[in-house]
């Protein structure tokens, strides 16, 4: 794919795993992109910091805290967080894709949403909200542009990039931070977020849904913040027509000022939220979910009205003669006939209330029984719909390493597959959070028996091949370092897949052999270590001795391995030169000769130069006798002195 040059995110593969695509979204921190995961061939969302925040360790540290927040939550109604890391200037995390619209796509579409959808949006999203609160995450930046509402009718929270962990004084820092039209009067106050902070910013949410308009305006940020730390929300119905008073409720509870007042956290407003429903709200049309983008019609079904019949016999005709006893007679029937129904139509309705009950006891009520299904190797998503189909509710998503499953697939139910567990119980998901990678330990310098251990106990292992055994200046059996399967070398701390193979390469000590060292036993010695040996050259030398190497030479560009060729060249000695016989000569004549010999003569003359050619000037003796053989060089003392 090649690298787009206005995004340099575009075209890359990072981590040697995700091929980064189009870009499909860009935030005050990081830009989303479509992606690819090659080992899984399955897409992905990639999130990537922008670049000029790099340097800024703050942001950078922020950005790496929304992967690892996110990252502990496994829950239907939260973007799954599969993978972070860093690849040189980027800083990224890899989400699950979901194709979808926002929240804020449909309201600027819309306008507004029924109450009944609302509910739909609200409850999602406060399930979702509720997981997050019970791993004591803060999300802090709730509002309509990070719910996901996908194609295929899944309700999502996603973006937790202000998240934090939740304490009593969880404060933004230096800067008020998330979207200022959904902060709560704290958050504005005095920085400080808890999760009745989010609660707030799902109330401002519930309010837009129902009345298509935010509760405070204004042309500045100030001013809105101002309205939200000073001024009550008001109620829907105050704005919009049709709301019902269950819903003015939920919104006035979840946006007091005073965070005392408001829910706890997400579970609890979920549990009202419940509560709600179970009453009932009084909506006299219902609009169909949400529609697809072809889609643009909305389609209202009327709810038919119930139609009362009556419950009471027409009257029976009966002639009276006139003495009342007809009439009597008719209201004693009458009576009968009314208490025989009334004695029929209980017993009907107790063989019916019965029934049901019994019905209901052992097929949805506490006497039900339900079988829990195998849904090893199942998507998420896909594990629970298969455990809904049966009846089983999860209760708890937990996540294990496993080396085998792809991330985010069931490992096993507790529960396991095939216990029967009663109507009301849940289980607990066991999901695979996939290979890791994990630091290389320490291993140059060690010995090879040591270095095998520290791999098995880093969780890799041994590479199947043998060692590359080279010499090295180090002593034999040292571990130089340690090598990928295709023998490019890792360093200490790198990251590497768990169970990947490591290779090592081991010293076989010193090479066996130096200059100046007997040509035999240096041959016995290279051979011996299975290196291939040519000593065919030869050379004198007035340094080495006759029969020593001279020189040892083999590739210094690489590893010496046994097998490869090393050169030496042999001494041959001095050279020897047999000493001329000048005396008598002429001094000019006399050193000549000796220089012609390969011999060094030393002059002793007190004659000066000049007068060196004429007769008189020779030499008188030589200190070393004529014929006599010498090395190469040797210096001759020539005395000419009158």
């Known amino acids: 794919m090649p690298v787009d040059s206005r995004d340099p995110a575009i075209g890359r593969t990072i981590d040697r795993r995700y091929e980064v695509g189009d870009r499909i979204a860009r935030g005050g921190m990081a830009s989303v992109y479509t992606g690819l995961d090659l080992r899984l061939d399955r897409k992905v969302a990639v999130k990537v910091m922008h670049p000029h925040l790099g ?44 194709p979808s619209i926002t929240l804020r796509d449909l309201l600027a579409e819309r306008g507004r949403i029924t109450p009944e959808q609302s509910l739909d949006v609200l409850e999602a999203v406060l399930a979702g909200l509720a997981a997050a609160h019970r791993a004591g995450i803060v999300h802090r930046d709730l509002k309509p542009e990070n719910i996901l509402l996908a194609h295929d009718g899944r309700i999502k929270i996603g973006d937790f990039g202000l998240a934090r962990a939740a304490s009593a004084n969880t404060a933004t820092g230096k800067a008020l931070l998330g979207t200022i039209a959904y902060l709560s009067p704290e958050l504005v106050t005095r920085g400080i977020a808890d999760a009745r902070s989010d609660i707030y910013a799902v109330g401002i949410m519930l309010y837009e849904m129902l009345t298509g308009t935010q509760p405070f305006t204004g042309d500045e940020p100030m001013q809105i913040a101002y309205q939200h730390a ?81 419950i009471v016999a027409e009257p029976e005709v009966v002639q009276d003669a006139g003495d009342g006893v007809a009439t009597t007679a008719l209201a004693r029937r009458v ?49 629970v719909e298969l455990l809904a189909e049966h009846g089983v509710e999860v209760s708890e998503l937990v ?30 998901l066991v999901l695979s959070t996939g ?3 994990l630091p290389v330990p320490a291993l140059e310098g060690r010995s090879l028996d040591e270095a095998r251990a520290a791999i098995a106990d880093a969780e890799f292992t041994v590479a199947e091949a043998e060692p590359d055994r080279v010499f090295d200046d180090r002593p034999a059996g040292t571990v130089i370092a340690a090598l990928t399967a295709d023998g490019t070398r890792l360093s200490e701390g790198e990251m590497l897949e768990e169970r990947s193979p490591i290779g090592l390469r081991v010293s076989l000590g010193p090479v066996p052999a130096e200059a100046g060292q007997p040509a035999d036993e240096a041959r016995a010695a290279l051979e011996e ?31 010496l391995r046994p097998g490869d060729g090393v050169t030496g060249v042999v001494s041959l000695g001095p050279v020897m030169v047999e000493v001329p016989d000048v005396v008598d000569q002429q ?36 200190s070393i006798e004529a014929g006599t053989s010498v090395e190469e060089g040797t210096t001759v003392v020539l005395d000419a002195n009158f």
Do not use: C
């Open 529 to 559: 270590a299975e290196l291939e040996v040519d000593f065919s050259a030869e050379e004198h030398s007035s340094e080495v001795e006759q029969g020593r190497l001279i020189s040892l030479e083999y590739p210094t560009d690489r590893y």
């Open 435 to 437: 290979r890791i990678d």
């Open 230 to 310: 000073n001024d009550d929300v008001p109620l829907p119905s105050s704005t919009a027509s049709g709301i019902p008073e269950a819903l003015d409720s939920l919104v006035h509870w979840a946006t007091q000022r005073d965070p005392n007042l408001r829910p706890a956290d997400a579970g609890e407003m979920l549990a009202e939220l419940h509560a709600v429903r179970e009453r009932g709200i009084d909506t006299p049309t219902t609009v169909l979910p949400f529609v697809t983008e072809d889609e643009r019609s909305t389609t209202i079904i009327e709810r038919p009205k119930k139609q009362r019949r009556p």
């Open 55 to 98: 340097d800024d360790p703050d942001f950078r540290e922020r950005f790496i805290q929304e992967a690892k927040a996110a990252a502990r939550l496994a829950h239907p109604n939260v973007v799954n967080t599969y993978d972070q890391g860093e690849d040189g200037d980027l800083a990224w995390l890899v989400m699950e894709l979901v």
């Open 335 to 383: 009576t009968v006939r009314r208490r025989r129904g009334i004695l029929w139509l209980a017993l009907v309705l107790l063989g019916v209330l019965l029934a049901a009950g019994t019905g209901w006891w052992f097929n949805l009520g506490p006497g039900g029984r339900a079988t829990v299904p195998d849904v090893a190797g199942q998507q998420e998503q896909a594990a």
């Open 399 to 428: 996540t294990e390493r496993d080396y085998d499953t792809p991330a985010g697939h069931a490992l096993r139910t507790d529960p396991p597959a095939g216990s029967e567990i009663g109507n009301g119980e849940a289980v607990q």
């Open 587 to 622: 001094i000019d004549e006399a050193l000549q000769t000796m220089r012609d010999a390969g011999l060094e003569p030393d002059l002793q003359t007190n004659i000066p130069e000049a007068l060196w050619g004429f007769p008189g000037s020779n030499i008188r003796t030589q």
